[in-house]
């Protein structure tokens, strides 16, 4: 047996390849084992979930959301789970602790709802190291506290040798939704103008920089911070309390990922002012240099609003007076056009279909 190049059977050694061990830079749609890409937040993500997940458990979570909404008495509770496998544990401005904390409270934001408490579950590996378990410990104990939430319970578990890559961290946050707030994904309508809370990209960077030991002349640090604070002055600074219609933070996937999911849930379109997203001049060069698109890049302390037009210059204003949205901008707006997609226009005049990535750009970096 040969293979195009002419090489014999003998030239591989003493086994044939297996074509099954082969790893494709891009995943396979059509695959009978989990990919890379399965936990990138794109294309491959969203199918996992509409048909593994969700017609195994059923409908009872409702739309598709960072957190469920449930009815109690005469008012609703969010609540939301999430994972953290992020690699390195630790990486410029945090570390998995830290990263786990806010990115739950985060997932509760967005849905408009302030924490009450968190829950923390540990998969450890054997052999690691007390004073780092220690340390992602006390990071996240003082995240919660920063952010005026308790982590009132959890879990352990020990894995053998080889089993976790050191540490795997599980979250779950319980919140309160204010009265008359309706937000999520498919309440987006057109008009609404589209505000993101900052610059874009440093998270994903920050990660890859530590990763792949990579210089890029100056730090990147990550933007891990809780937004619930910055949610409650938006929603407090227009008058009808439902002017703010979908929130989402650009985690996996990005400032793209977000608004194609929003525009797909409430089948609305959106065009984004390239021009108008702030990307850092470290962020832009490291993307260049990596072959990444920023706009894809995860972020860890940033939110993407859909506000009504009617009240988007108080929201505006309202996210500006707090630090974590100090460089908050409109970006763009929701049209009736092509429902489910987003269109950038770019700083040459002219637009482009902006499309998620099939798999993942940057593995594990939540």
Same mark, same amino acid.
């Given at each position: 047996m040969s293979d195009p190049a002419g090489r014999s059977e003998a030239t591989w050694g003493s086994a044939v390849p297996d074509p099954t061990d082969w790893v494709c830079p891009l995943p396979l749609r059509e695959t009978k084992r989990i990919v890379l890409g399965h936990g990138g937040g794109g294309i491959l993500s969203e199918e996992l979930i509409e048909n593994l997940f969700l017609p195994a458990f059923g409908p009872s979570g409702g739309p598709a959301r960072d957190s469920a909404l449930l009815a109690v008495g005469a008012g609703q509770i969010a609540l939301?789970?999430?994972?953290?496998? /992020?690699? %390195?544990?630790?990486?410029?401005? $945090?570390?998995?602790?830290?990263?786990?904390?806010?990115?739950? !409270?985060?997932?509760? =934001?967005?849905?408009?709802?302030?924490?009450?408490?968190l829950t923390a579950g540990f998969i450890l590996e054997e052999g690691l190291e007390l004073e780092v378990l220690g340390t992602v410990a006390q990071t996240m104990g003082k995240a919660a506290a920063d952010a005026g939430v308790g982590i009132v319970t959890g879990d352990t578990k020990v894995v053998g040798k080889?089993?976790?890559?050191?540490?795997?961290?599980?979250?779950?946050?319980?919140? /309160?939704? %204010?009265?008359?707030?309706?937000? $999520?994904?498919?309440?987006?309508?057109?008009?609404?103008?589209? !505000?993101?809370?900052? =610059?874009?990209?440093?998270?994903?960077?920050?990660?890859?920089?530590?990763?792949e030991g990579i210089d890029f002349g100056t730090t990147v640090t990550t933007?891990?911070?809780?937004?619930?604070?910055?949610?409650?002055?938006?929603?407090?600074?227009?008058?009808?309390?439902?002017?703010?219609?979908?929130?989402?933070?650009?985690t996996r996937g990005g400032l793209v990922a977000a608004t194609v999911e929003i525009a797909r849930a409430a089948g609305i379109g959106v065009e984004l002012d390239e021009h108008a997203i702030p990307?850092?001049?470290?962020?832009?060069?490291?993307?260049?240099?990596?072959?990444?698109?920023?706009l894809q890049v995860a972020n860890e302390g940033k939110m993407v609003a859909f506000v009504d037009p009617a009240h988007s210059e108080a929201v505006l204003a309202a996210m500006r007076s707090r630090p974590e949205g100090a460089g908050a901008v409109i970006i763009g707006r929701a049209v009736a056009e092509h429902p489910g997609m987003v269109v950038g226009r770019t700083p040459f005049g002219t637009t482009r279909v902006i499309e998620r990535e099939l798999g993942e750009q940057l593995p594990r970096i939540c």
């Open positions: 939301t789970t999430d994972s953290y496998v /992020v690699n %390195p544990l630790f990486f410029p401005g $945090g570390n998995i602790g830290d990263l786990a904390v806010n990115g739950t !409270i985060n997932d509760l =934001a967005c849905s408009g709802a302030q924490p009450l408490a080889g089993g976790a890559d050191g540490l795997f961290v599980n979250t779950a946050g319980v919140g /309160v939704v %204010p009265a008359g707030v309706r937000i $999520g994904p498919e309440q987006a309508r057109s008009g609404d103008h589209v !505000i993101v809370s900052g =610059a874009v990209g440093e998270h994903g960077v920050a990660i890859m920089s530590v990763r933007d891990s911070a809780p937004l619930h604070r910055l949610v409650a002055a938006m929603l407090a600074a227009a008058p009808d309390p439902n002017a703010v219609h979908a929130l989402r933070d650009p990307i850092p001049d470290a962020v832009a060069s490291a993307c260049g240099f990596l072959g990444l698109d920023p």
